[in-house]
């Protein structure tokens, strides 16, 4: 691609500024659409962050007034979004600007949902059909990634789980993609080795599971294999000896990921999910665990693409027990653990993940079908 100091664009249909230094455009892009009082999105880390403070400071700089929501759990939940809707009403905003990895943009997503959609949020959920219900113009909206793992901010879609039953549901129209994304490099040079480690396994599981997940979609198919062959060339070195280009490729990749999973996810999603819900667990360290065990049990019967992931990840052995070994290879090189019970699983938790994992939207677009006994086996073994 060259040299990634360069903020280029591309559509997809997106608009995506991206390169170094592309978030500092974003005070002149509110200006020219007339917009001056964003509601920034973030959640409390991203807050905190000498980064993110910069971009607070430089908007005000420039003479616009800026609202921070930042009260968010770490894995989103419907209450999360009704205190920034409150927020909203509260301070006259007209704009949105999500900025963070994937709950941060999530949560962001959502509220852009509410507020100009009053009902309860879950009526929306697009696995109910609740998406014919998403009739109302939402405000303008901009995204701004600080992880490589998610890449919510090119998506249309929004994960939020109940408070109380910690089932997770999708708020999902075309009207919640960004006006807007502004891919910038640098805002994840600073990121620590593990959540590097997790986000880009996130990532990975998203560009692997789309490229497997049954719905036809050849466009993607091509898109997950190149953002599988950017991250085999780049996580290691972004986790360990971080420079400009491996951040850039994983950045890359992550979008990647994103625009391919609308043909659907998998197995590993639906295994990473409950542990998030249930026990809090980081999302992109759920995926990272799950995914040797969740691709082991699709490898039979779907050899051909198992052939074609181990050769994009150019292994001297072009077949399925070669990519599950190399996942397994690389959670060991970038610090991920290989066993649920590292994680703070314990066999009494196993039975409630496999009925939420059941019950999971992710795996019915899984290549072969997951039964519940499926999910508990799959537990077990990676316990």
Known sequence: ??????????????????????????????????????????????????????????????GLSVEVFSDIHKNPVKSD????????????????????????????????????????????????????????DVPHFVTIPTTSGTGSEV???????????????ILFSPKLMAKVVFADPMLTMELPPFI???????????????????NYHPMCDGIALEGIRLISQSLEKATNSPDLESRSQMLLASMMGAIAFQKGLGVVHS???????????????????NIPYGMKFNIAGFEDKFKRIAATLELPQQNGEAVVQYLFDLNTKVGIPHRLRDINVKEEHLEELADLAFADFAHPNNPKPVSRADFRALYGEAL
Do not use: C
């Not at 994937?102 to 009053?118: E, P, Y």
């Not at 997790?198 to 497997?212: I, Q, V, Y």
């Not at 999910?273 to 665990?289: I, M």
């Open 196 to 214: 590097t480690a997790a986000t880009g396994m996130d990532a990975l599981t998203h560009n692997m599971e789309a490229f497997l997940a049954k």
């Open 271 to 289: 295994l990473a999910h409950p542990l998030s819900s249930l026990l809090d667990t980081h999302h992109g360290l759920a995926n990272a665990v």
């Open 155 to 169: 998506g249309r879609s929004a994960i939020i789980a109940d408070d109380v039953t910690h089932q997770k549901k």
């Open 81 to 136: 979004v009704y205190k920034g809707v409150a927020m909203w009403d509260a301070t006259d905003r007209d704009s949105v600007v999500g900025i963070g990895g994937g709950a941060g943009l999530d949560v962001a997503r959502a509220v852009l949902l509410g507020i100009n959609h009053r009902e309860d949020l879950f009526k929306y959920d697009d696995l109910i059909g609740g998406d014919v219900y998403v009739t109302n």
């Open 1 to 62: 691609m060259g040299t990634f100091d360069v903020v280029r664009q591309f559509n997809f249909p997106t608009i995506i500024r991206f390169g170094a230094g592309a978030v500092k455009e974003l005070p002149a892009y509110l200006k020219s659409n007339g917009l001056s009082k964003p509601l920034i999105v973030t959640d409390p880390n991203v807050a905190a962050l000498p980064f993110f403070k910069g971009i607070v400071e430089d908007l005000k700089a420039n």
